[in-house]
């Protein structure tokens, strides 16, 4: 047994539980050896984790660096953009583990200032690689941040869904994925840019425009729960501070949630509810399909910019950080959105008639809400000091910055971006 066969090991055996425990009992007995044989090789978990983070920047600097000085050659901005989301996405495609790694152990965990550096050192500067012209850095989000978080979603999909969980892809999966991968952020849904040209944009906000929360006896209990994760973080947000901040005894929080779960899980269920029936009653507003889907992501942009405590849970569950046990995403809930007369929602003749499995349509709108928490989550504070990064681990409190930072500031204007970046992808934005 050698280093090498024990990093290889802990990125398989640590990551199928999202690096949420690192336990070496775990990892030798996936070796086939004691525990007191790993720590011949290193002295404790953090050695190890070192190493993995040696190793997995050695590996993806390595599989990338050809196609980054071909993309530094290149001069069309969107040309040279699409070297890099496809070499990258292949990387990540072929490596299930080294992805979940770099989620969570790398840009999760790590400062981004500690990334460039490990990348600079190995010869692949992401300064460089990243130097778009100065009007695409003037506006947010920009098209590297779209391009990143749709190439992190699409490949999440594709391990979930493109292959079996044990399963290497084989290459006709991988140049399927990474045709798919590439196409989405080149083109979006596909919509036609002179009907996005003739959409009034100020005019439909002040139609979607209004309350966005009716405070009722259920609602003050979410909400309670909503602000002990605000507070400690999901990890460690207990019943005694659900019950301190919502009048109620411990024992008496057991008649509305049978665990820890399950009271997660119902505060994501139900506000997801609300976002979506939000979203639903505003795109009534148009009858214009074009004009409906900007119609649902600035309703839901509204109602998590009016919740920020909500908008902290929904990213740890997006990011799959949470575990929601038995219960289900809830498909159903799409239905408003995939009822917007889109080419790009339309059941194909293979989709299931179950209203509980998920279709093509609905991986679409779950990549639109993926791109709005992010748009939120990502955003500069006002004040400076970079975007705000709520990645914060067992132990840790929730950042004061994020805390005292309001989301109403973050302008409309981001979700214009946003919306044309969904609709036409990078060829929409003018280079």
Not at 39 to 49: E, N
Not at 141 to 154: A, C, E, G, H, K
Not at 234 to 241: C, D, H, L, Q, R
């Amino acid at each position: 047994m050698t280093n090498a066969d024990i990093i290889k090991a802990a990125f398989k055996v640590w990551g199928r539980e999202l690096y949420q425990t690192i336990s070496l009992t775990d990892l030798a007995r996936e070796l086939g050896v004691s525990k007191p044989a790993l720590y011949r090789h290193f002295k404790d978990k953090q050695a190890l984790l070192d190493a993995m983070y040696t190793s997995y920047f050695d590996d993806y600097t390595a599989f990338i660096k050809a196609d980054y000085e071909r993309a530094l050659t290149v001069t069309n901005q969107n040309e040279k953009h699409y070297i890099m989301v496809r070499r990258i996405a292949e990387y990540y495609i072929r490596n299930k583990d080294a992805f979940i790694f770099s989620l969570i152990q790398v840009y999760g965990s790590r400062e981004m200032g500690a990334v460039v550096e490990q990348m600079t050192v190995r010869g692949v500067d992401i300064r460089k690689m990243i130097q778009f012209e100065e009007k695409d850095f003037a506006v947010y989000p920009s098209r590297l941040q779209l391009s990143v978080v749709s190439l992190t979603f699409w490949i999440a999909h594709f391990h979930r869904y493109g292959h079996k969980p044990d399963e290497i892809p084989s290459e006709a999966q991988v140049q399927q994925a990474l045709a798919s991968v590439e196409e989405r952020i080149a083109y979006g849904l596909g919509l036609a840019g002179d009907r996005l040209a003739a959409i009034d944009y100020g005019d439909l906000e002040r139609r979607s425009a209004g309350t966005v929360y009716e405070n009722t006896r259920e609602n003050d209990l979410l909400r309670a729960v909503a602000g002990a994760v605000a507070e400690a973080g999901p990890w460690n947000a207990s019943m005694e501070m659900v019950a301190r901040r919502s009048g109620l005894s411990k024992s008496g929080l057991y008649a509305h949630f049978k665990s820890k779960q399950d009271m997660l899980a119902q505060l994501f269920l139900a506000e997801f509810g609300r976002i979506i029936n939000y979203a639903e009653l505003n795109i009534k507003a148009s009858s214009v399909p074009e004009e409906q889907l900007y119609l649902a992501i600035i309703s839901i942009a509204d109602y998590l910019r009016s919740r920020p405590e909500i908008l902290v849970t929904l990213d740890w569950i997006r990011t799959r950080r949470l575990d929601l046990g038995h219960y289900a995403f809830p498909v159903h809930l799409f239905r408003s959105i995939k009822n917007i007369k889109l080419e790009a929602f339309k059941e194909g003749p293979n989709d299931s008639a179950d209203a509980e499995v998920e279709t093509p349509a609905d991986w679409i709108v779950q990549w639109i809400l993926f791109l709005i928490v992010n748009t939120l989550i990502r955003c500069p504070h006002p004040a400076g000091g970079g975007p705000r990064m709520p990645h914060f681990r067992a132990g840790e409190k929730y950042p004061e910055p994020l805390r005292s930072f309001v989301f109403t500031e973050i302008s409309n204007d981001s979700f214009r971006i946003l919306f044309r970046f969904i609709a036409t992808g990078l060829k929409g934005f003018d280079i």
